[in-house]
């Protein structure tokens, strides 16, 4: 089995798929087992991958070199004393289809290129806008031809509401689960929470015009734990992928057997 991992900020996303599947298009995202865990329970995930039969770990980190030793730890009592390589991925030039044009390709975040991967792999033909909504938005456009142009980044949702409620004067904490039907509230919390979507909304089609203003057809492809809350509010058709970086990952595992 090769064990894909994708730790983010606030969870560590893990999917198991057997060898011989790394490089079928069919099975992409077709997991043979898979979970996501808060990051602080990661050591948890080593009594589920100790029966795995683990041959191979390829994983994206982008939570700090605190979360590279857990994971490594982690890693270790799952796998006692099968030697089994970390394989950590990075961001590149060029790879697996995908050409990095970052003006310091490595400084782009690796789970940010791993999407661009996998949203390429499932949309070959296609330019595409890639958001992933998690902690925080990131916003990228790939070509047809696999060239990551570039992206923006802004606070997620979440971050978005806590950060006008704590500074704001005499306004509520804000959870992001408040459900809305219009976009003029008629109570506070709703109120910040509809400015924090129609700003998320706003940046993805803005996005999406002006990838459109150089290529036809543009799709737009959400991702991430909050699309679900703003792809509703969405002006622009939209395709919503789950574990994108873990289909990047798998797409990199196959290139690389």
Not at 164 to 170: D, E, F
Request: aromatic content about 4%.
């Amino acid at each position: 089995m090769v064990l894909l991992i994708d730790a983010g900020n606030t969870r560590v996303k893990w999917a198991l798929i057997p060898g011989r599947d790394l490089d079928l298009p069919h099975k992409l995202g077709q997991w043979a087992a898979s979970g996501s865990i808060e990051r602080a329970q990661v050591r948890q995930l080593a009594d589920i991958w100790r029966d795995a039969n683990i041959s191979r770990v390829v994983l994206s980190n982008v939570a700090g070199p605190a979360m590279r030793e857990e994971l490594e730890q982690t890693m270790a009592l799952a796998l006692g004393l099968k030697p089994v390589p970390l394989e950590w991925f990075g961001s590149v030039a060029q790879l697996a289809g995908v050409r990095n044009k970052y003006r310091n390709p490595a400084q782009l975040g690796c789970d940010r290129f791993a999407s661009a991967i996998g949203a390429h792999a499932l949309f070959p033909d296609a330019p595409l806008i890639v958001a992933t909504c998690g902690t925080a938005t990131t916003i990228d456009a790939v070509t047809a031809d696999g060239v990551f142009v570039g992206g923006m980044i802004l606070p997620g949702l979440g971050l978005m509401a806590t950060a006008l409620a704590k500074n704001t004067a005499q306004l509520p904490q804000v959870a992001e689960h408040i459900a809305l039907s219009e976009p003029f509230a008629d109570n506070t919390d709703a109120a910040i929470v509809s400015g924090c979507i129609a700003a998320q909304a706003g940046a993805i089609e803005r996005a999406v015009a002006a990838h459109a203003r150089n290529h036809s057809d543009v799709q737009c492809i959400l991702a991430g734990g909050a699309a679900h809350l703003i792809a509703p509010h969405l002006s622009v058709p939209y395709r919503k992928v789950d574990n994108l970086v873990l289909i990047g990952l798998q797409i990199v595992a196959g290139t690389s057997c």
